[in-house]
C-alpha cells in the first residue's frame, strides 16, 4: 500500500537547521504535488510549502519563505523541506502530504498523509 514515511525531525536550537525527507512508496511519485503541513498541540494544522509534479513551482506560507525551501527528487520518490533560521514557532509535528492536483491548498484533496515527524526548537 502507499505509504509516505517522514523522518529529519529533532530537537534544534533556535537559529538552527533541519531537514525533513518525506519517502513515498507504491505510488507513481511524479504524478503528485507534494505539501508539508505542520501541526502545534492545540492548534489548527498549517499549511507550510508545496511543490509541483516537476519541481518547477513551489509555494510558501507566509510564516516560513526566506526560512524554509522545499525540494523534490523524483528519481528517488523523495520531497525535502530545509528548514533554516528556526524559531520556537516553528515546533510542530510536521507532516508530508501528495495531492493530484497543485495550487491552493484551501481547495485541493489530498490523497496520502504521513504520520508525521516532531521538531522542536529551543529558546
Known amino acids: 500500500q502507499v505509504q509516505l514515511v517522514e523522518s529529519g525531525g529533532g530537537l534544534v536550537q533556535a537559529g538552527g537547521s533541519l531537514r525533513l525527507s518525506c519517502a513515498a512508496s507504491a505510488l507513481t511519485f511524479s504524478n503528485y504535488a507534494m505539501d508539508w503541513f505542520r501541526q502545534a498541540p492545540g492548534k489548527e494544522r498549517e499549511f507550510v510549502a508545496t511543490?509541483?509534479?516537476?519541481?518547477?513551482?513551489?509555494d510558501y506560507a507566509d510564516s516560513v519563505k526566506g526560512r524554509f525551501t522545499i525540494s523534490r527528487d523524483n528519481a528517488k520518490n523523495t520531497v525535502y523541506l530545509q528548514m533554516n533560521s528556526l524559531k520556537p514557532e516553528d515546533t510542530a509535528v510536521y507532516h508530508c502530504?501528495?495531492?493530484?492536483?497543485?495550487?491552493?491548498?484551501?481547495?485541493?484533496?489530498?490523497?496520502?498523509w504521513g504520520q508525521g515527524t516532531q521538531v522542536t526548537v529551543s529558546s
Open positions: 502530504a501528495a495531492s493530484l492536483s497543485f495550487g491552493d491548498w484551501r481547495t485541493r484533496g489530498y490523497n496520502y
Open positions: 511543490i509541483n509534479w516537476s519541481g518547477r513551482s513551489t
